[in-house]
């Protein structure tokens, strides 16, 4: 049995989200796949990053932080990406959803699970790795952002090239048309110490 499959308790090709996994500094693997019981709530429930890792400072000893996509039709066999963390608190994780409702019910549809570290702590700099739910992909640091209406990559103000991995904490942006701008991340939250 491998890495994966151990932490997701099951092979790659059978996982139908996305999930996230660290490595501790005391060797300890998290991963959100698994169930642990909260005896707060009397209830089982999947690791959760900020109930798990933020709140009892966990987050800052994280040196692996992992994704672990399911299979897609670009990326029949799924696909993990993998940061190594050499500074504390200076991994992330979130997810983007929206939420749909009508008069009966309320739905909620992740857009994106974002796993990321920060590369620069004074400019907020930071690389990503992000499932899209939509495009059904991975998002990388080299993944280009291209312009719907020229089909040309996106450009900035300067000319040079904007990636869709290549993001800031203080002024996160989406990668294509129908994803909103973030703008700045809530740090404490996500679990960045900057």
């Keep these: ?34 169930v642990k019981t909260d005896l707060y709530r009397g209830e089982e429930r999947h690791y959760d990053w900020s109930n798990d890792l933020v709140a009892n400072e966990d987050v800052l000893k994280i040196t692996e932080l992992w994704l672990l996509c399911p299979p897609s039709k670009t990326s029949p066999l799924g696909n993990t990406a993998r940061l190594v963390i050499t500074e504390p608190g200076t991994a992330f994780q979130f997810k983007v959803a929206t939420a749909d409702s009508n008069i009966a019910s309320i739905s909620r549809n992740m857009q994106a699970h974002i796993i990321g570290k920060i590369t620069n702590k004074e400019t907020g700099d930071c690389d990503i790795f992000a499932w899209d739910e939509v495009q059904q992909g991975l998002i990388t640091p080299e993944t280009r952002i291209y312009d719907p209406l020229t089909g040309g990559a996106r450009r900035d103000k300067d000319g040079n090239l904007v990636y869709a991995g290549k993001n800031n904490i203080y002024n996160f942006h989406g990668w294509r048309s129908s994803m909103a701008d973030m703008g700045r991340l809530e740090l404490r939250t996500v679990g960045v110490r900057v």
């Design 1 to 34: 049995m491998g890495l994966v499959e151990e932490l997701l308790g099951c092979p790659l090709l059978e996982i139908t989200r996305s999930w996230w996994a660290v490595r501790l500094n005391t060797g300890e693997w998290v991963c959100e796949a698994r």
